[in-house]
């Protein structure tokens, strides 16, 4: 059976399946990598994440460890600078 026997409507009905096709097959590979920058996107932002929280606990634990040892330096009492100094022992990565 040749393409030029054919009914113009069974034409037209197979080059529109053709094209629903396509069409389909173009969706399904931009569903695939939509998905696969989500999962790239996804792995960035909790890695970032992450170390936002670690960046902000280190700067809480610098800022602390500092006022200690200002508010040490400027007291006389040894009792009162051991009290202030026993406040680093909170934050040991600071020591």
């Known amino acids: 059976m040749e393409f030029s026997t054919w009914k113009v409507s069974t034409r037209l009905g197979v080059g529109y399946g053709a094209l629903i096709i396509l069409l389909l097959c173009v969706a399904a590979l931009g569903l695939l990598g939509m998905n696969q920058n989500n999962k790239s996107l996804h792995h960035v932002v909790d890695t970032n994440v992450?170390?936002?929280e670690l960046l902000e606990s280190m700067s809480?634990?610098?800022?602390?460890?500092?006022?200690?040892?200002?508010t040490i330096a400027l007291l006389d009492d040894q009792a009162a600078q051991d009290r202030e100094a026993?406040?680093?022992y909170r934050y040991p990565c600071c020591l």
């Not at 809480?60 to 200002?70: C, G, P």
């Open 86 to 88: 026993k406040k680093n």
């Open 50 to 52: 992450k170390k936002m």
């Open 60 to 70: 809480n634990s610098i800022h602390v460890v500092s006022r200690v040892v200002r």
